[in-house]
């Protein structure tokens, strides 16, 4: 069997059942956004690990050192906000051409330095190796959490509100925007590639969730709503309703496809690594959060038993929609 038969999920599906973490010490393993390991009768140890290829994640043309090293931690630190965790340290491995400059290449640690900073988290070590073909950064996170409090993809209860905590689809619209795909008003292009290329992991909503013991599952959304969603209902055993008016929206997306629905739906509801959270959880947790943090968590939709994801558009019609966010390796039809 190929990889683009099974995809890039039913490959790590094999993987888990053959390493089933069945030891004690492995509170979650394989299928969450970070590996949970018991610390102590309280506390436990997040893992999280993520890899950036050259010509696969990001385009040296289009990014600078600066914002991939940004964006290389980032995406790792969202796993950690996921979980409702702290982020602590870091390892860092780097292959990467000979011809490399010095110089540049300490502006992919700068980036990491001024995020790692505001998230107390310090780098600890890695690993460097020259690579013939492209940049490779492979980063790995530590972080912690109160055991009692994390918040895991397979809670979703029915009946619960379903929240996402920024607005989707300006990463998505914004790589293609990057690669020609669509268009944009030169003002608004640096709001755009800015979206794709300096994401904020949301650490401090993460653990206002995971310690208001009103929500069920959680997880952060890097390969688009409808995969997501998708894995959180396959995790839980439910389905999902989204409503498709109360997905937010950013004025820009709004502006720029204003004459593009079809744009705006693929970026919003399919698009990938706007790196907020999504969560499912009690019915009115939009007041206390925007009490919290001054901004609103958008309600979007409503966990139900019957599986599968039902998208009920402005006409009220309930449409059906399978998973069409990120893969590596599918081959979709
Ligand atoms: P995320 O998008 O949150 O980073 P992924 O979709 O990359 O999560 O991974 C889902 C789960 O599969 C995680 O628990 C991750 O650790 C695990 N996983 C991914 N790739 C592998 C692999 N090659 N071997 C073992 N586990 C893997
Ligand atoms: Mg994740």
């Known amino acids: ?84 965790g702290s982020a602590k340290t870091a390892v860092i491995s780097l292959a990467v051409h000979a011809d490399e400059d010095v110089e540049q290449l300490l502006e992919l640690y700068e980036g990491m330095e001024l995020l790692a900073k505001r998230h107390n988290a310090e780098l600890v070590g890695g690993d460097t190796s020259i690579s013939k073909n492209g940049m490779f950064i492979s980063v790995t996170v530590l972080g912690e959490a109160d055991t009692d409090c994390i918040l895991y993809r397979d809670g979703a209860q029915t009946g619960d509100t379903i929240y996402v905590s920024g607005c989707l689809g300006d990463s998505a619209y914004g790589l293609g925007v990057i690669l020609g795909k669509w268009r944009c008003a030169p003002s608004l292009c640096a709001y755009f590639r800015k979206a794709h290329h300096l994401p904020e992991p949301q650490l401090a909503e993460g653990r206002f969730f995971a310690k208001s013991g009103l929500v069920h599952a959680m997880m952060d959304l890097s390969d688009g709503l409808s995969s997501d969603l998708g894995h959180i209902c396959t995790a839980s055993g439910k389905g999902a309703h989204i409503f498709e008016e109360a997905i937010p929206l950013s004025d820009p997306l709004k502006e720029a496809t204003v004459d593009d629905p079809a744009a705006r739906t693929i970026s919003s509801l399919h698009g990938g690594e706007d790196y907020c959270l999504l969560l499912t959880g009690h019915p009115g947790l939009e007041f206390r ?36 966010g990120h893969d590596h390796f599918l081959r979709r039809a």
């Open 289 to 324: 959060f925007m009490e919290a943090f001054g901004r609103p968590l958008y309600p979007i939709g409503e966990i139900v038993d019957e599986p599968g994801l039902r998208l009920i558009n402005k006409k009220a019609e309930s449409v059906s929609i399978s998973p069409k």
């Open 1 to 84: 069997m190929k990889l683009h038969e099974t995809g890039e999920f039913g490959f790590i599906k094999m993987i888990h059942d053959r390493f089933p973490n069945a030891d004690a010490g492995v509170l979650r393993g394989i299928g969450d956004d970070a590996a949970v390991l018991k610390k102590d009768d309280e506390n436990a140890l997040l893992v999280t690990t993520d890899l950036l290829i050259e010509n696969v994640h990001f385009l040296r043309s289009d990014i600078s050192l600066k914002e991939l090293g940004h964006k290389a931690l980032a995406v790792n630190l969202s796993d950690i906000a996921a979980m409702g």
